[in-house]
Every structure is written in C-alpha cells, then in structure tokens.
C-alpha cells in the first residue's frame, strides 16, 4: 500500500487541528463574537498548520497575526487548548527545518505574539510566563532534532565516502593481483614455449639426418611441456599443498636446473656464481630467478645461439644478476621494450622490490641485462613478486 506523502499528512493534521478547535469553541461557554467572524479567524489561526514543515516562518507570522486579531476583538485565545498545539507545531518546524536566522525569527515571532495576547487581557504575570516558557521548550526541541539529523547525515555521507574507499581499494588490490597473476602466467608460459618452439625447429631441420638428436628434441619438448603445466596447476591453486609431484618454488638454488634446460635448448650458456650464496627474502629469491629466467629465454629467441654468460653475485646488501650474450650480426635490433610483459614486467618486479634493472645493446652487439635486488625489501613489498 503506498504510503501518504508529507504534504498530505501535514493537510490533514491542519484539517483536523481546525475541526477540533472549532468544536471546542462552539461546545464551550465563553465570550465570543459572531459565530461566523469567530470561525473564519479561527481558521485562520489553525490551517497554516498545513505549511508547518515546508515554509514554517510565514505559516507562523500568519497564526501570530490572526491570534493577536481574535484576541483584541472576538474571543480570548488563551481560553482554548487546542490552537496552541497548532502554534507550538510551528514553532517546531521553524526550528527543525530553518537555518539559525530563520529559526530565531519563528521563536521571536512566538515569543512576541504571547506577550501581546497576554497584555491585551491582562490577568497576572502567570498570563505570560507559562505560555512563553513551553513554546521555549519545544523550540529547543526542534534545533536538537535539527542538530541531531545533521549528525546522522553526515555520519551517512562518511559511511558512502568509507564505503567507496574500500570499494576502490577492493578493485585496486583486485587489478593488482591481476598484474600478479598475468606476470607469472607469462613467465611460466613465455620461457617453456620458447625452448619447445626452438627445440621443434630444431627437431624438424634433423629429423631425416640425425634421428636421435631429433628424438632427443622431442623428449625436452615434452619434459619443458609438463613442467610448465606441472608450474601452471601450482599458480592455478589446483594441486594440494601435500602432492609430493608439486614443483618447487623459483628461487636461486634452481639456477643451474635453469641454465641446463637452456644449454640442453641449445644455447651455450654457462654460469658463474661469485660470494657465498645467503638466505633471501621469499619475493626477491623469485624476483632475482625470474630475470635469469626471463633474460636466458631472450638470448634463446633472439641471440642466435650466441654464446651467453649468467654471473650471480652475492654482495652484503644486495644480490646482483648479469645476463650477456654476445649477439647475432643477422638478426635484428633486439626488442626491448616490446608489448607485452617480458622485461618490462621484470623492471617492475625488481623496481617495486627497491632494486634496479637495465637492459640494452652492448658495444660488441650483444645484448646485456643487469639488475640489483637488495637482500631486505620492504615487506610491504613482499607479495609483488
């Protein structure tokens, strides 16, 4: 059922605030004029009830004015109860729905037209006093409402403004952890393909002169194949912590399982590791794994199979990482911006991990990509790579 708007309720709270006073008046014994002159100015006093919450001040300046008229020349006010509930709603509203200026208008407003009906037939000072004090009252009342409703809106203005921020916040950790899970699909995926899409030309160019080297090929395609898969089910969340077949994570330690897949691959590379290997932190060991890896696949791709060294420095602050391969004159500018993740993905991992990463052409035409990642990232920085 729908409900009554505001403006229907406030028509029919004056109507019958009217009826009632009206009633009072013909059913009780006072001094009164002409019956019809006594009910018109009486409507006059009761109906701008109706305007209460949306214009209060006018409404009330009309009550005030038809009051002090009846007053002086029909009846006194003062001997009916029910007009001043339509006096004391106005006073209500014009301290509840008005700013201060209009709000202390209304009171005065109030105030004045008491003490002018009180002095018009004088009786006493209780003639004024009482009638001035609970008009006060119901004043105050209506600013405290006020007060009060300003408070609840803007405790609901700053629940949405909270209520927004988390949302947005929700959807930056969201896309984050999107950029998180692309950089590791490429870089599970992008090496693996890589070997297999070298070791297949390979196997094809052979095949009909060198049967075994051919089948050797094909078993490293199918050995890079699994394992990717076998990393991919790992990042996917499918396999369970207690699968003994779960691969382990990237980290340093895999670095000569890394550089055999690539030698096997056929690319000469070879490592060299100087200082003492230490413990790293969980997110720079798998940053630091995933430039060799990135880097070694590079060289595959696009070197030509020119000779390539991998040099592992471990330091007191940092550990640094040195990729090199000496170059192909016949192929192209290498690409090292590119479009997809590749180092560009890889700057940003050492980056937010507080290290450097640089990448580019060497004067003898190789290719050359160095980084530092420092030994104690922030934590905070932790869940980037």
């Given at each position: ?151 609840a809106g803007e405790l609901h203005e700053a629940a949405v403004r909270a209520r927004e921020a988390r949302d947005a916040e929700a959807e930056s950790a969201i896309a984050a952890e999107r950029r998180r899970i692309a950089r590791e699909m490429h870089d599970i995926v992008a090496p693996s393909v890589s ?191």
């Amino acid at each position: 059922m729908r409900r009554p708007s505001a403006r229907t309720v406030d028509a029919a709270i004056a109507g019958v605030l009217c009826a009632a006073a009206a009633l009072e008046l013909l059913t009780r014994s006072i001094d009164r004029g002409p019956a019809l002159f006594d009910l018109l100015a009486l409507a006059c006093f009761t109906l701008p009830v109706a305007w209460w919450r949306r214009d209060p001040v006018p409404a009330l300046a009309v009550t005030v004015a038809s009051g002090i008229v009846i007053q002086a020349t029909l009846f006194s006010v003062q001997d009916l109860s029910t007009p001043l509930g339509g006096l004391l709603l106005l006073t209500f509203g014009s301290a509840a729905y008005r700013e201060r200026r209009d709000a202390l208008i209304g009171l005065a407003l109030t105030v004045g037209a008491i003490v002018c009906v009180g002095l018009i037939r004088w009786t006493g000072v209780s003639n004024i006093t009482f009638p001035v004090v609970l008009p006060c009252l119901v004043w105050l009342a209506g600013r405290i409402a006020r007060n009060r409703a300003h408070v609840a809106g803007e405790l609901h203005e700053a629940a949405v403004r909270a209520r927004e921020a988390r949302d947005a916040e929700a959807e930056s950790a969201i896309a984050a952890e999107r950029r998180r899970i692309a950089r590791e699909m490429h870089d599970i995926v992008a090496p693996s393909v890589s070997v297999m899409v070298v070791q297949a030309g390979g196997a094809r160019r052979i095949l009909e002169h060198d049967p075994a080297r051919a089948s050797e090929a094909a078993a490293l395609i199918a050995v890079t194949g699994r394992q990717a898969a076998a990393e991919l089910r790992r990042l996917l969340g499918v396999l369970q912590v207690e699968d003994d077949h779960a691969p382990a994570e990237p980290t340093l330690a895999r670095i000569d399982a890394l550089v055999g897949r690539a030698r096997a691959a056929g690319l000469p590379v070879t490592l060299r590791v100087e200082g003492a290997p230490v413990p790293l932190p969980a997110a720079v060991d798998h940053a630091a794994y995933r430039v060799v890896q990135e880097a070694i696949t590079n060289a595959l791709k696009y070197a030509g199979g020119a000779p390539t060294m991998v040099d592992v420095s471990y330091g007191k602050d940092e550990v640094e990482l040195r990729v090199r391969d000496r170059g192909c004159d016949e192929l192209a500018e290498f690409p090292v911006g590119g479009a997809g993740h590749g180092l560009e993905g890889m700057r940003e991992r050492v980056r937010a991990l507080g290290g450097e990463l640089v990448a580019g052409r060497c004067d003898d035409g190789g290719f050359e990509v160095r980084a530092s990642l420092p030994l104690a990232a922030a934590p905070e920085l932790m869940e980037i790579a």
